[in-house]
Nanobody, 116 residues
Framework: QVQLVESGGGLVQPGGSLRLSCAASGFTFSIYAMNWYRQAPGKERELVASIGSISALTTYANSVRGRFTISRDNAKNTVYLQMNSLKPEDTAVYYC?????????WGQGTQVTVSS
């Protein structure tokens, strides 16, 4: 069955870095666009970063552009989110998602907490 398993979350001080990973299985990873979303307490889920399938074009939310980098390794069926210069407002549950032709899959999420 389809699985998206996030890892790499945790507690980090402001200004620190984390690298999230999302391991995919059960579908043809390479032909799906991959996204990272996040949801903070009391807020709606928001799109943070996206990466295309073959072209690997990337897009970012204004709030993270220049600090976060999304990448993918199709040989490992994994998508990454490198997060630098983290701020308290980046605190949220981060979800990876796969999308193609109206079909979307979600992971279970990983908590990122930025606090001193």
């Amino acid at each position: 069955q389809v699985q998206l398993v996030e890892s790499g979350g945790g507690l980090v001080q402001p200004g620190g870095s984390l690298r999230l990973s999302c391991a995919a299985s059960g579908f043809t990873f390479s032909i799906y666009a991959m996204n990272w979303y996040r949801q903070a307490p009391g807020k709606e889920r928001e799109l943070v970063a996206s990466i295309g399938s073959i072209s690997a074009l990337t897009t970012y939310a204004n709030s993270v552009r220049g600090r976060f980098t999304i990448s993918r390794d199709n040989a490992k069926n994994t998508v990454y989110l490198q997060m630098n210069s983290l701020k308290p407002e980046d605190t949220a549950v981060y979800y990876c998602s796969a999308f193609r032709s109206g079909t979307r899959y979600w992971g279970q999420g990983t908590q990122v907490t930025v606090s001193s």
